[in-house]
């Protein structure tokens, strides 16, 4: 009877064990998946990996089509609550334009004119052979060295037209990165 109990003990110690191990490997594969999860959410903070179904290009044509005389002097791409927008401003003959679009459902949410000044001093973008918002947002980071986009815009100074890369936890003071739109080149920090 002794080794009857002696055996059931250790079969109930060797059950409990393989069990203990059990679980602690099944919490090594949480603890690892979890650890996926949070690096993913990290890198995936910011709208350098986002998708929209919404381009930029699908932006300015909804733009031109509600206003087909209109020059357009900036774009933008920045949150609007709980989704993103493409917030595009331009000019005709006789208004100042300002259009939201939203990125998903490539609705108009906003749509505001008025009176155009006699003096507008935006140039107009000439949106012909420019890189695209993904190449502008990885060059900035990868400048950058760390951190991820926030928002970015599309604007010009003295003919020259340049993407305007907002990143967040860089690490800089200045975190506004410009890329020359033509030619994907760093032009510095602002």
Known sequence: MNK???????????????IACDNDSQDDEMMTSMQS???MGASTKGIENKTF????????????????????????????????????????????????????SGEISKQKTENKDDLIDDDSLDLEGIIT???????????VGKGYAKDWGLDSENGKIYYEVDIEGGGQSNDDALIDAKTGEFIGLD
Do not use: R
């Open 53 to 104: 179904d919404i381009s930029m290009e699908q932006a300015v044509k909804i733009f031109k089509e509600t206003y087909p005389d209109a020059q357009i002097v900036s774009i933008n791409l920045d949150k609007n609550f709980t989704n993103y927008v493409y917030e595009i401003e331009g000019f005709n003959e006789s208004q100042e334009i300002e259009l939201s679009i939203d990125t998903m």
């Open 4 to 18: 009857k109990m002696l055996l059931l003990a250790a079969t109930v110690t060797t059950s409990f064990i393989l």
């Open 133 to 143: 918002p993904e190449e502008a947002m990885k060059i900035a980071l990868e400048q």
């Open 37 to 39: 999860s949070n690096q």
